[in-house]
């Protein structure tokens, strides 16, 4: 019986997009950059939670981030966008999102699809995820790490997942 290595790659043309769009943004050429799926964590954590990770990892791991969001939904959340002054990347399509991912050090996501994208593109990820899910649809790994939450933890979780964050800042 042959076996066969799933090899997945991004092409040249996407990686060179998404450099043209991190540049606009302003961010550094071959310096860290960390990702946050932004849109995850206000939906399902709420602004105050949110606020405190952005926060947290800004002051703990003070390294360039941005900001992931699949679409901008309302104009309350928009407006947060940018009180955050940091830089933004939204409305992506799939390729241009594993283009990002493969430009990232780090991204944190709860999705499962971007969380799982990740780990195929051998990149770092943290993914959150409820008890439950997290055996059922996360392949962890050493860069793949998935924390699982229950809803009346939160100030736990932002501690675990700082914890999480400094694994890859040795």
């Known amino acids: 019986k ?5 090899h997945w790659s991004v092409s040249n043309d996407m990686l060179n997009e998404m ?3 991190l540049k606009e943004l302003l961010i550094p050429e071959m310096t860290w950059l960390g990702g946050v799926d932004i849109l995850f964590f206000y939906e399902n954590f709420g602004l105050r939670f949110t606020d405190k990770l952005i926060e947290k990892i800004r002051s703990q791991f003070s390294e360039n981030w941005l900001l992931y969001s699949e679409v901008i939904p309302d104009n309350s959340y928009s407006i947060w966008l940018k ?3 940091m830089p933004v990347i939204t409305g992506i399509t799939p390729s241009r999102q594993a283009a990002l ?5 780090l991204f ?3 999705k499962t699809p971007l969380f799982e994208l990740a780990n195929l593109l051998q990149r770092p990820v943290i993914g959150l995820f409820k008890v439950k899910e997290i055996l059922r649809y996360c392949s962890q790994t050493p860069i793949a790490i998935g924390i699982p939450y229950t809803d009346n933890k939160k100030e736990e979780l932002l501690n675990e997942m700082c914890k999480k964050v400094a694994i890859f800042f040795k």
Do not use: A, H, P, Y
């Not at 042959?2 to 799933?6: C, K």
């Not at 991912?101 to 050090?105: G, Q, S």
């Open 2 to 6: 042959r076996q066969s290595n799933l």
């Open 19 to 21: 450099d043209l769009k």
């Open 101 to 105: 991912l493969k430009k990232t050090d």
């Open 83 to 85: 009180e955050k002054q």
């Open 108 to 110: 944190i996501t709860g």
